[in-house]
C-alpha cells in the first residue's frame, strides 16, 4: 500500500516510528509492535508500527528519524509493506530454552540489536535467558568478540596495550586516574575508556571530568595516546561497545547482571582498545558486589578463561572492599584526593597511594617492563620522582584542561555519638549519603571521611563531613546519616 507521509516532529533516539489509522493497519493484518518496510524512491528503512484511531486512513505519521531518513517531503507516497521478524529472535527463544548459542547465532543477535533491528522487550528476553541459564566461557567469548566487532575499534601499532578495570562497589577507590599516568610515565600504552556513575556518587568518567573534557571523539583520542601515551575518556562518548551500551540501558531497570554478560562487557571495552594485557580489580566486601572470597575466586577463574579465550595476557587480583578508599567520596572529593596521591602530599590518603602501586606494580611486571619481584620498586619511583603527576598533566592538558571548582562553602559535620573504635564503614550507606547530596550531578557534593576502620574516636569527634551545593539537599543528607549511620563504633 502507498500512503502520505505526515511528519511527528519528536526525535526517538534513533529508532525508526511510523503511525497508521488503526482501521488501516487491520486490513493489512499489522499490529502495534510489528515491524514495516517504507520505501520512498530509493530510501528504504525497517520500522516499528504503531497506531491510532485518530489519524486519516490514508496517511502514514513518520517521527522525525523516519521521516528525515525517508528523505520524505509534502506529496510523497510512502510504500508500506510487512517486515519478516528478525531471524535472531529465533536464536533468542533457543537461549530461553537453554540451548548454548553458537558464535554465528550470538553475532546475528548483536548485530540486529546495533542495528535497532530488534525491540526493548526481545533484547530484555535475551538478557532474561542469559540470565536463568546462563552463558558458558566459550559463548562468553564470543559475545565479547561480537559485542567488538559491531561497534567501533581503536586500532593502535603498539604491541602492548594495558588496562585495568574494577568491578566496582567501592566508594572512593579512584585509582584508574593515578594508574593511567604511572604507567604511560613508564613508556607503556594506556588508552583507558571509563564509566559514567549508575548508582554510585561518581565514576571514573565523572571524576576525571572535574579535571578534563571527557567526550573526545575516536580520532583525536588516537592522537592523545600516540602522543603521550594514554587517556582517560568516557566510553559513552566513543561508542565503541554500542550493543553493550543497549544490554545495559534493559538491563539496569530490575539490576539484571547475568555473570557472562557482565564479563563480556567488561572485556569487550578492553577489547575495543586493542588492550592485550589486562589487570582486572575484585573488591570483596560485606557490603559490595562481591562479598566473599569463594564468589571472587569463582569470578576470577572465569575472567582468567576468558582473556585467555581471547588472546590476552590477565592477572585479576582480589582486593579488599570492607571501607571506601580514599578520603573523599564524589567527583570533586575524589578528584582532590587523585591529586594529593599524584603530587605527594603530605595528607594524601596512603590506602589510595598503596593500592595503586600495587595495581602498577602487577601490570609492570606483567608486560614485563619490570623483572619480576621489582614492580613496587618501579611503582614507587614513578610516583615519588613526580613522573606520573606530569605525565597527568600532559594528559588533561591534551584532552582539555579544566579549572577546578572549590570546595562548596555548604557542609555539615557527622559526629561520633559514642566513642570507642571503627568496626565498620558501611559502603552502601556512604554512597547513598553522598547521592542525596546531590553527587554525581553535583560535582561539589559528597563525603570526606576523617575517620577509617581501626581509628579510635572520642564522642563528638567529626566522622565525617558532606558536602553539597544545595542547602536542601545537605539537609536530607544530613537527615540519612544520621538516621541510619554508615558507621559501628565498638
Avoid at 579512584?174 to 556513575?197: D, E, H, N, Q
Wanted: glycine residues 6%; proline residues 3%.
Amino acid at each position: 500500500m502507498k500512503l502520505i507521509p505526515e511528519k511527528v516532529d519528536i526525535k526517538t533516539g534513533n529508532k525508526y516510528i511510523a503511525v497508521l489509522h488503526e482501521d488501516t493497519a487491520r486490513m493489512f493484518d499489522l499490529h502495534a509492535g510489528d515491524r514495516i518496510i517504507l520505501k520512498n524512491k530509493k530510501n528504504v528503512i525497517r520500522a516499528l508500527l504503531d497506531t491510532t484511531p485518530t489519524m486519516r486512513k490514508d496517511h502514514i505519521k513518520l517521527f522525525t528519524e523516519a521521516w528525515d531518513l525517508l528523505e520524505a517531503k509534502k506529496g510523497d507516497k510512502i510504500t508500506v509493506e510487512m517486515a519478516e521478524k528478525p531471524i535472531s529472535t529465533m536464536y533468542i527463544k533457543e537461549k530461553l530454552n537453554g540451548i548454548a548459542l553458537t558464535k554465528a547465532k550470538i553475532n546475528e543477535i548483536v548485530k540486529d540489536i546495533v542495528e535497532d533491528d530488534l525491540t526493548d522487550i526481545e533484547m530484555t528476553y535475551f538478557v532474561s535467558a542469559c540470565y536463568i541459564h546462563g552463558l558458558n566461557d566459550q559463548e562468553t567469548a564470543d559475545l565479547t568478540r561480537s559485542i567488538v566487532a559491531n561497534g567501533n575499534k581503536l586500532k593502535f601499532k603498539d604491541k602492548i596495550i594495558v588496562d585495568k578495570h574494577c568491578i566496582g562497589g567501592v566508594p572512593g577507590n579512584r585509582t584508574t586516574m593515578i594508574v593511567v599516568p604511572m604507567l604511560t610515565a613508564a613508556g607503556l600504552k594506556m588508552p583507558k575508556t571509563s564509566s559514567r556513575s549508575i548508582t554510585s556518587p561518581a565514576g571514573t568518567a565523572d571524576t576525571m571530568e572535574v579535571l578534563a573534557n571527557v567526550t573526545n571523539q575516536a580520532p583525536k583520542l588516537m592522537k592523545i595516546a600516540n602522543k603521550v601515551g594514554g587517556f582517560i575518556t568516557w566510553g559513552g562518548g566513543v561508542d565503541l561497545a554500542a550493543a553493550d551500551d543497549r544490554l545495559i540501558r534493559v538491563r539496569h531497570p530490575l539490576s539484571l547482571d547475568p555473570e557472562g554478560m557482565l564479563l563480556a562487557s567488561i572485556m569487550a571495552k578492553k577489547h575495543s582498545v586493542g588492550a592485550n594485557h589486562v589487570l582486572i580489580d575484585i573488591p570483596i566486601g560485606k557490603t559490595v558486589k562481591i562479598s566473599n572470597m569463594k564468589q571472587a575466586q569463582h569470578l576470577r577463574q572465569r575472567f582468567l578463561k576468558i582473556a585467555k579465550l581471547l588472546g590476552m595476557k590477565a592477572e585479576v587480583i582480589i582486593t579488599d572492599g570492607k571501607e571506601p578508599i580514599g578520603n573523599g567520596v564524589g567527583p570533586l572529593l575524589e578528584a582532590i584526593d587523585v591529586i594529593k596521591v599524584l603530587k605527594n602530599e603530605k595528607d594524601a590518603p596512603q590506602d589510595l597511594k598503596n593500592k595503586c602501586i600495587k595495581l602498577v606494580a602487577i601490570l609492570l611486571e606483567l608486560t614485563k617492563k619490570a623483572h619480576k619481584g621489582q614492580g613496587l620498586n618501579m611503582a614507587k619511583e614513578l610516583l615519588e620522582s613526580g613522573a606520573a603527576w606530569k605525565k597527568m598533566q600532559e594528559i588533561i592538558k591534551e584532552q582539555g584542561e579544566k579549572k577546578i571548582p572549590k570546595l562548596s562553602s555548604i557542609f555539615i559535620d557527622i559526629k561520633a555519638e559514642k566513642s570507642g573504635k571503627v568496626i565498620e564503614i558501611h559502603n552502601k550507606k556512604i554512597s547513598r549519603v553522598c547521592r542525596v547530596a546531590g553527587a554525581p550531578k553535583d560535582i561539589q557534593g559528597g563525603v570526606y571521611l576523617y575517620k577509617k576502620t581501626g581509628d579510635k574516636v572520642k564522642k563528638g569527634e567529626i566522622l565525617f563531613r558532606i558536602y553539597s551545593s544545595s542547602k536542601q539537599l545537605l539537609d536530607y543528607a544530613s537527615k540519612f546519616a544520621k538516621e541510619d549511620s554508615a558507621y559501628t563504633i565498638k
